[in-house]
């Protein structure tokens, strides 16, 4: 099964943007990729997803702000966040759908 490693988080301001990155071990053009966040304290959500064709899905607290995109030729997919706010501050994930593996995550922290 493929391994997935997200990369690209970091400290932004409010309004700010970010682009995450998943890299895949192999192939990834036939899997079901998923976004997802943990905020401390929360439960883990999901953030939106592409399918194998290419299509994607954005969830309603990311819809109009964020991107998901993949380039196959990479092994990669992105999530870009556009206008950020302090309440997208989490750990962010991606993760094979129908998977049980997680990764370790990429912080995003939006903040002043």
């Known amino acids: 099964q493929v391994q997935l490693e997200e990369s690209g988080g970091g400290l932004v301001q409010p309004g700010g943007s970010l682009r995450l990155s998943c890299v895949g071990s192999?192939?990834?053009?036939?899997?079901?990729i998923g976004w997802h966040r943990q905020a401390a304290g929360q439960e883990r959500e999901t953030v939106g997803f592409?399918?194998?064709?290419?299509?994607?899905h954005l969830y309603p607290s990311a819809k109009d702000r964020f991107v998901i995109s993949r380039d196959v030729d990479k092994r990669t997919v992105y999530l870009e966040m556009n206008n950020l706010k302090p309440e997208d501050t989490a750990v962010y994930y991606c993760k094979l759908r129908g998977s049980n593996n997680w990764g370790r995550g990429t912080q995003v922290t939006v903040s002043e």
């Open positions: 592409i399918t194998y064709s290419g299509h994607t």
């Open positions: 192999g192939d990834i053009s036939g899997y079901v």
